[in-house]
């Protein structure tokens, strides 16, 4: 799917990884888990954030490491899509004013709010792109 994508876009990877702060995650092995996507998915660009605190302007539902991405890679947000399957990852993409992508998980927290489309898996999110 993603090959399928890399053909149109630019594939960013944008996460939270609060665990890292609080040595649940150790560097290391969040290393290690990039590079196996890397070598997945052949990502474009991929940030980062280890902070727990919501005042962080890179930690989701905040759109620091979107706009970082933006900035690096100039992207026109106006094509762009927001893939997640948290109601922060939504409410990110929403503050960049590019499409969002929900994949409901039936995660057992608040689901977003003002999202373009809905769908239960990654397939069905690319498959919502190209029919867009």
Not at 99 to 117: A, H, L, M, S
Request: aromatic share 10%; proline share 3%; net charge positive.
């Amino acid at each position: 799917m993603c090959k399928k994508l890399k053909k149109k876009y630019l594939l960013i990877v944008v996460t939270n990884q609060p665990d890292l702060q609080n040595g649940k995650l150790k560097i290391k092995q969040l290393n290690l888990m990039h590079h196996k996507l890397k070598k997945k998915i052949n990502y474009d660009g991929l940030y980062y954030c280890a902070s727990k605190s919501l005042r962080s302007k890179f930690k989701k539902p905040n759109p620091g490491m979107l706009l970082k991405s933006i900035k690096e890679f100039n992207i026109d947000t106006n094509k762009s899509f927001l893939i997640g399957d948290r109601w922060s990852d939504i409410e990110a993409g929403k503050k960049i004013n590019c499409k969002t992508i929900f994949i409901n998980r039936n995660y057992k927290e608040k689901k977003p709010k003002n999202v373009d489309f809905t769908v239960k898996s990654f397939k069905k999110a690319v498959e919502t792109i190209y029919n867009d």
